[in-house]
């Protein structure tokens, strides 16, 4: 705005606006006003003006002087009236209020204490734990609720279990307090009575318990059942002790603390001595009446006071206030300054007021037509701000239909696909089924980027901090992209230094999927060579974060396309695309996660020599890792045969770990050299890669066991997945076969495992196998999908399930009541009852019955952020996402059936 709209506050109680000559620009030809004010509003006014103000100031600062020591003398006098009586009676309070309080907090517990005396040491009460007399109980236990001031009463019999509850809301065997067998029995071990409270979710509530014993039974030596009756400490309850205390009662916290006398609190204790809540007591003091009785003397003093007042300020301000404020107001209410006109020669402050009230009205009409145009702006933006909004749920309701109408054929066809690779095909089919089942994982994997990106760029991208262990989330993306890595005759290396602890809390999911993507690219974009990936530790702003770098010897990017290979659908060059395949999202994706979880994504790297990714996460160490050190490989000297100098580095730092002495060769000719001219070289383990140039790891071991000193020494072979069973020659010389990369974890239990002679002839390997379960299991497959059906049904009939199938909510529903049914696979969307109403009912008819709770778990084709969360809060026990497969199915079910050792 070119003009501001400035308020002014005068000495005399009343305010106008006023705009400064500089706020508006109307051209060189002045309006009306101002012409007619020009030459009165010059120095000779500005003079006159500055007397009036000086004389009026004088007249009330002398008014000012006189109010303020009448003011004085007349507070000093009521204040020593006042002080006196409430000091008096403020003393007598003090010593009556502590002996009040705790006498009311009695009250609510004798009359709950009495209810649970009378009523469980009654022989009709044991009687009524045997037989369960519901008419018995409406008629003495439904109607005494009322009559003992108690809100609800629960029965139960000696091992713990409910037997009939009420409450004053109607609610019949629905309990207030939610207690386990366990601990309801734990309650009376010592005592025969307890009194306790607990917070529920109706408030907290003061529970008194007795056992249940015959009327002649006084010492309570045969327990029948418990008796519990409890009340709530609502707002009546709080509100009537108040009206008797002549205070405030309410209920504070655990952690309140008596401030003294007047305010104080009472604990209210749960059963184990903690403190779950207090009583505050706040007093009202009672000193009113003396108030009123000094406000009569206060009152005469002040009525006096005030006609003094009025008529000396009535002269005053009728002559010199009244008046001029008379013609603003009629100025500013007729929208003319010409009322003003009078005032315009006074040299008082009303003779400023009056000429700037003029000069505003000169500049009204443009800022008028300028706030109208601001208004109109703001009103556009408005506009702009709803439509942008809109599209934005549009975009999000366009890519949740389109991930399920998409992800729901792709799980018929990767299904379809996995289940056509168990049958009996001969090379040619299996070549065509295996490129159709990567052609599907390959659009799935397009679709999650797709929906990765526009969940971050929609900020609904949640990041989780929960504690994983972060070597083996690192290990397990070696040991996924080993395979890729080793059909190109790469050597894909993991390095996690021995100084980084194994514990982190953070979100490994995210971490998993950056490490994917960027190792994945490694692979993809190295044709010689190696994949290296490192974990170490990294100072940052006095500060430790977590490093992990991505080493690779690949094609490398130009230094001017290295900035552009963070944006969306960007590859380092239009023809790689083309060449490696991939839509450029991964690294996009990459950065926004390391930023999300506070950390950054950095590239080093030199066409033809390799790039370097470097993340850096601000992660939280968790707790320490409790596998004890093995004695057995402190100060064993091992034998380290790679041709490969990264992984020479790795397995030599992995051994010193653990306190093992290293010697490493880098080829099998120069190690058997030095077996052979060092008699003493005291070598007692011996770790070889198997491909090396010349002699492999095979036939050094059958060279070294031909030679005396290493006979019996154990040989450990690393080698790519598959080697052990594909390789010839003669394989007895070796002891055990490890798949690379090693994982640190493997390397320390099949080292200790041998030298300690518990190691056999074999090939560890990362593998899952698909376990039977071995006994009669319904699951009910809810799908309106009729290919899908048979894909959920074939799946879990190879996991051992007998499977029943129904297409809609409604029918699962029914299915569920019917009793037959173990487990349920609910589809989300399906016609007549979708998923969700289905689960709900189900749960509902569960709470109602008392039926055990039914695993039931999703499967749905939404994968935006929050369809879990709907499907949890549904009442569903697990999330399966489509396109389903073997392993994510048996993940989900295992949860809930114990399959047999593999």
Known sequence: MSAGLYRTTWPISWQCYVVPHSAVALGSEPPPMRRKLKGKVGSRGAAAGSYGVDLTRRRFLTLLLWLTGAFVALAVGYQWVTVRSLDNMNADLLVERARSAKSLYSLKRQSLETYAYDYSIWDDMVNFVQTRDLKWAEENIDTSLETYQADFAMVFDKSGKLVYSQNLRGERNRPDVDLTPEEIKSFFEEKKQIAFTRKTPNGFALIHGSTVNPGTDEERKTTYGYWLVGGYWNESILSAMGDVYFGEVSIAGPHAKSKGPEDFVIPLEDFDGTIVASLRFRKRIPFLTALENNSLITLSLLVAFGVLTVTALSVYLKKWVISPLKSVGQSLKAGTPDPLTPLYEDRSEFGVVARSIAESFAHREALLHEI????????????????????????????????????????????????????????????????????????????????????????????????????????????????????????????????????????????????????????????????????????????????????????????????????????????????????????????????????????????????????????????????????????????????NATNRRILQEYLAAVGCESMLFASAETALAYIDTTPDHGIRLVLTDFHMGGMDGVQLANELRRRKSTQTVPIVLLSSIGSANAECGDQNAVTLWLTKPVRRADLYEATVGILEGRSENRVRAQRQDIQKIDHGFRVLVAEDNAVNQRVAARLLERLGFDVAIVENGREAVEAAMRGDIHMILMDVQMPEMDGITATKLIREDEAQTGRPRMPIIALTANAMEGDRDVCIEAGMDDYVSKPVTLAALQQAVSRFVEFPAA
């Open 372 to 643: 109208t145009q601001r208004r109109r702006t703001e009103a556009a933006l408005e506009e702009a701000r709803d439509a942008a909004q809109a599209s934005a749920r549009a975009k999000s309701e366009f890519l949740a239909n389109m991930s399920h109408e998409i992800r729901t054929p792709l799980n018929g066809i990767i299904g379809m696909t996995e289940l056509v690779q168990e049958t009996a095909l001969d090379r040619t089919q299996s070549e065509y089924v295996e490129t159709i089942r990567g052609c599907g994982e390959s659009l799935l994997a397009l679709i999650n980027d797709i929906l990765d990106i526009s969940k971050i760029e929609a900020g609904k991208m949640h990041i989780e901090a929960v504690e994983f262990d972060l070597a083996r989330v690192v290990e397990e993306v070696g040991a996924i992209l080993a395979g890729a890595a080793h059909a190109k005759n790469l050597e894909l290396a993991v390095s996690y230094s021995p100084q980084m602890p194994e514990i982190f809390r953070g979100d490994s999911t995210r971490i998993r999927q950056i490490l994917m993507n960027l190792v994945g690219n490694a692979v993809k974009f190295t044709q010689q060579g190696e994949v290296v990936v490192e974990v170490d530790w990294v100072e940052t702003d006095c500060s430790k974060s977590v490093q992990i770098k991505v080493r690779d010897t690949g094609i490398g990017i130009h230094p001017k396309r290295q900035q552009h290979i963070w944006d969306s659908f960007t590859q380092a060059d239009g023809s790689t695309t083309r060449k490696y395949g991939g839509t450029g999202l991964g690294l996009t994706i990459s950065r926004r996660l390391a930023e999300l979880m506070g950390g950054t994504i950095s590239l080093d790297s030199e066409p033809g020599v390799g790039s370097t990714f470097t993340v850096r996460l601000p992660l939280e160490v968790g707790r320490a890792s409790t596998r004890p050190p093995s004695e057995v490989l402190r100060g064993v000297r091992a034998l380290v045969v790679d041709d």
